[in-house]
């Protein structure tokens, strides 16, 4: 099994469009998580972290459920700039792992 | 400019070279981390150090590859004899990496595109 797990889309939506994305992870022992995003060709930035409780940032909603291992990004009110590759990094005491990230195409 | 720094930003290699990348890392970070990406695919761990020691290289990753950090700062990557599946974009990332684990965030370079004719 694959340490992290996306599905890599690609996700087309329409702009003002809600979207969700997942990312399953195998470590139980993880401690650190995060989103990631990636334009094509450039390195990845960081978007937001992500706590136990849940945390906003503006039209970003992300959520961790422990129990069940996996991390969840929200945008709502899709712009054409969110078009990119999300990627949600799991580390820990030991490296840091990607998946391959998720796909986002807003169409106009 | 107090960011990650990769060089070369590109290099063009035949096949059978070898090849080095430099990394500086954000100078107070004490992890550093080397991922290799392709089109299409996430960053691919390779290989990462906490100051000066190494601490783990990917197992897919075969004898052609050594990464140093002499003195816990800069680091080189090496990919000796390069095939042509070697071609990809070579990250290299720093973190601040503390005894509680948990809010370890990257921050990458530019990248270097290494393409091997």
């Known amino acids: 099994r694959k340490e992290v797990e996306q599905d890599p889309g690609p996700f087309n939506v329409p702009e003002g469009a809600t979207v969700a994305f997942n990312c399953t992870y195998s470590?139980?022992?993880?401690?650190?998580f995060f989103w990631y995003r990636q334009d094509c060709r450039k390195e990845p930035k960081l978007l937001m972290s992500v706590y136990s409780s849940g945390n906003e940032d503006g039209r970003f909603t992300a959520q961790l459920n422990r129990a069940s291992q996996y991390i969840s990004l929200l945008i709502r009110d899709s712009k054409l700039s969110d078009s990119a590759t999300y990627l949600c990094?799991?580390?820990?005491?030991?490296?840091?792992?990607f998946g391959t990230g998720t796909k986002l195409q807003v169409i106009p | 400019d107090t960011g990650v720094s990769q060089d070369p930003r590109h290099k063009i290699t035949k096949r059978g070279q070898n090849v080095t990348f430099r990394c500086d890392p954000i100078s107070e970070h004490n992890r550093l981390y080397w991922y290799r990406q392709t089109l299409g695919q996430g960053p691919e761990f390779l290989t990462y150090?906490?100051?000066?020691?190494?601490?783990?290289k990917s197992r897919l990753l075969s004898d052609r590859f050594s990464a140093e950090r002499p003195k816990g700062s800069f680091s080189t990557l090496e990919i000796q004899r390069t095939e042509q599946g070697d071609s990809a974009m070579y990250l290299c990332?720093?973190?601040?990496?503390?005894?509680?684990?948990?809010?370890?965030?990257?921050?990458f370079g530019s990248g270097t595109q290494l393409s091997v004719l």
């Open positions: 990094p799991v580390g820990g005491y030991q490296k840091v792992t």
């Open positions: 470590n139980s022992a993880s401690q650190s």
């Open positions: 150090f906490q100051n000066e020691a190494q601490l783990e």
């Open positions: 990332a720093s973190s601040t990496h503390g005894t509680l684990a948990t809010n370890e965030k990257l921050f």
